[in-house]
């Protein structure tokens, strides 16, 4: 069975632009938690020109990639950001982390839960 896009990181570049405003020259960190609360990852970021300079660790060594970001203008005139898979070049809003790249969902070969109806109802629970 293929890996689900639950079971990766992942960056969504709306909640990168909302919550830190994509502004050149700025640097953070941006982590996942587990269920119980506790840091399962951390990535630091830096917003260049166009791109993310993503930087994480694996191990004792220091994994960097670029990421391109690039922009559609709606129809009220505003820009919304996209990535651009380091890998295909698609124009995606959500990029995966399966190992230690960033990609997206069909260079990964990841399958969304709803997909496999058997597993979806799983998780959901019974009720009561």
Not at 9 to 18: E, K, M, P, V, W
Not at 35 to 50: D, M, P, Q, Y
Not at 55 to 66: G, L, P, R, Y
Request: positive net charge; charged residues 20%; proline residues 5%.
């Amino acid at each position: 069975m293929k890996t689900l896009v639950t079971e990766c990181d992942s960056l969504d570049i709306r909640q990168l632009a909302h919550e830190t405003g994509l502004c050149h020259g700025t640097t953070y960190q941006w982590g996942w938690y587990h269920s119980n609360g506790t840091i399962k990852g951390v990535i630091g970021i830096a917003v260049l020109r166009e791109r993310l300079l993503l930087v994480s660790k694996q191990a004792e060594t220091h994994i960097k990639e670029f990421v391109p970001i690039t922009y559609s203008t709606g129809s009220g005139g505003g820009r919304r950001p996209w990535f651009q898979c380091p890998a295909c070049r698609r124009r995606v809003a959500i990029l995966y982390k399966h190992g230690v790249r960033f990609r997206c969902r069909r260079c990964w070969g990841l399958v969304y839960p709803s997909q496999y109806p058997q597993i979806a109802a799983r998780s959901c629970g019974k009720p009561l």
